[in-house]
Each structure stands twice: as C-alpha cells, then as structure tokens.
C-alpha cells in the first residue's frame, strides 16, 4: 500500500504561482510513476503530469506545457509540482497519484491506482 497527502492549495489571480507537494508513505519502492491529476466540476479527470518513481523522466498534458513542472525529492519521499502562470482554466481539485510497478501500461498517464485525497486551487481572472 502507498499513502499520498497533498498540500498547497489555494486560491491565485491569474498569471501567478502555486506549488502543490504530495508527501508519499508506504512501499514506494513498488510505484514505477507519480503523477498529479486534476477534476474540474463537470468534467473529466485529466492527467498534468507524471515522472518516474526516483528518476527524472517527465511527461506533462498539453494544457500545461510550458507552464508547469512536476519534480521529486526522493530523500524527503515528496513529489511537486511547480505551477506558474496559471488560467482560470486551471481551477481544479488536483490529485496526487502513483502506479503499481506491475501495471506495464505504456501510457505514462494510465493505470493510477493509489491516490491522495485531493486539494482544491482555485484561479480567478
């Protein structure tokens, strides 16, 4: 089992920064991806960004390329991501994530089965 704790919510006006941390708990060692998800009201979850387990490989939504960064810190078993110049349309609750290294999806945003309870950021115009 792995535990996931998000952090860093809040409210911004548009063109500014937030930084969301997940902390992780539990056998991380047996995740192959983190990853940050978000779920707007009324839509479908989307996928923001995801990095292997203890590495440096990334891979981000086309909504947010550009503008956001997902990184790790592998000692404090923290996962970020970084958000700058935010939209409106980023207004979510976002979801920390991980994957069991069993799951050998080859789409870096599927097969998601741990996750944290959510924060809420909110952008206003």
């Known amino acids: 089992q792995v535990q996931l704790v998000e952090s860093g919510g809040g409210s911004v006006q548009a063109g500014g920064s937030l930084r969301l941390s997940c902390t992780a708990s539990g056998f991380i060692s047996s995740t192959s991806y983190m990853g940050w998800f978000r779920q707007a009201p009324g839509k479908e979850r989307e996928g923001v960004a995801t990095i292997r387990t203890g590495g440096t490989t990334t891979y981000y939504g086309d909504s947010v390329k550009g503008r956001f960064t997902i990184f790790q810190d592998n000692a404090k078993s923290t996962l970020y991501l970084q958000m700058n110049a935010l939209k409106p349309e980023d207004t979510a609750m976002y979801y920390c994530?991980?994957?069991?290294?069993?799951?050998?999806?080859?789409?870096?945003?599927?097969?998601?089965?741990?996750w944290g309870q959510g924060t809420q950021v909110t952008v206003s115009s």
């Open positions: 994530a991980a994957r069991a290294s069993r799951n050998t999806n080859r789409d870096p945003f599927v097969g998601f089965g741990y």
